[in-house]
């Protein structure tokens, strides 16, 4: 052991204590050994500065990309945004155009009926005064009608036959289940005015009835004629959409008759 009076000296790694101090050789390997790990500490710094920088410049790249992608999505969201708005204004101006379609339609078909009743009411009042003028000159009226029938060739049946085939229609054929298609001849009233025929009208073209006429009016009723492109339950889908309500007189193959509610009241009937 060392006297209390020595100085005593710490020993530094794996130094060996020599007479005249640490050995020199032990000493240069120590600071060398440091020296190279401060160089490979020096590499792997710079390895991670590297690294940094290289993961900095792919952020920067992606960041720059995700502000691109923002700026896209911002346009397009604009961009579908405009689409949409434009979409809106067509689908009401066609709207409106669809609209303006269906009143300048039912308004036709108005005209078209009052023209229709026009036309019926003269062709009835021509034929009241030929018949007053008949009964008032029976013997000129079976005169002209012996000249008229000695003029004209009798037609051979076959010839009858053949004109009948082509100029009546074919009558409508109902099945069990009450189903009509074909030409089916409906007559319905009392009618208040000819909004409720208009109406009644417009009722048998949505079922899908074509050739649609009016063959006769008086006395509030009317007479329609049309054609069944396809079998419709006649009877229950104008019960289902009619506004008029109506009970069923007469019902054959190619005949309706229908009579409407005496009770119902004035948005129904005319006064």
């Not at 020096?42 to 690294?51: C, F, K």
């Not at 940094?52 to 792919?58: A, K, N, W, Y």
């Not at 005209?111 to 018949?131: D, F, G, H, P, Y």
């Not at 051979?156 to 082509?166: D, F, N, Q």
């Amino acid at each position: 052991m060392p006297s209390e009076g020595a100085r005593t000296v710490p020993r530094m790694g794996a130094f060996r204590w020599s007479p005249f101090g640490y050995r020199r050789a032990e000493v240069d390997r120590e600071i060398a050994g440091r020296d190279a790990r401060i160089l490979d500490l020096h590499s792997e710094l710079d390895r991670q500065r590297a690294a940094i920088e290289e993961i900095e410049g792919e952020s920067a790249a992606l960041s720059g990309m995700v502000l691109e992608r923002e700026r896209e999505i911002r346009g397009l969201t604009d961009r579908l945004r405009e689409a949409n708005e434009r979409h809106d204004r067509n689908i009401a101006s066609l709207e409106a155009v669809t609209a303006r379609l269906e009143e300048l339609q039912q308004q036709a078909r108005g005209q078209a009926t009052r023209i229709r009743m026009k036309a019926l009411r003269e062709a009835v009042e021509v034929s009241r005064r030929m018949q007053e003028l008949t009964d008032a000159h029976p013997e000129v009226a079976v005169d002209e009608a012996a000249e008229e029938a000695e003029a004209a060739p009798a037609p051979e049946p076959a010839s009858i036959g053949e004109e009948l085939e082509e100029i009546l229609p074919a009558p409508a054929e109902p099945d069990a289940d009450g189903l009509f298609a074909g030409r089916v001849r409906l007559e319905i009233g009392p009618l208040g005015d000819f909004s409720q025929l208009v109406g009644f009208e417009d009722t048998i073209g949505k079922l899908g009835a074509s050739e649609i006429s009016v063959e006769r009016f008086s006395e509030g009723r009317a007479t329609l004629s049309m054609h069944l492109d396809h079998p419709v339950e006649l009877l229950r889908e104008l019960e289902r959409q009619s506004a008029l309500g109506f009970r069923v007189r007469h019902n054959a193959p190619d005949n309706l008759i229908l009579d409407l509610d005496e009770d119902q009241g004035p948005e129904h009937r005319a006064a």
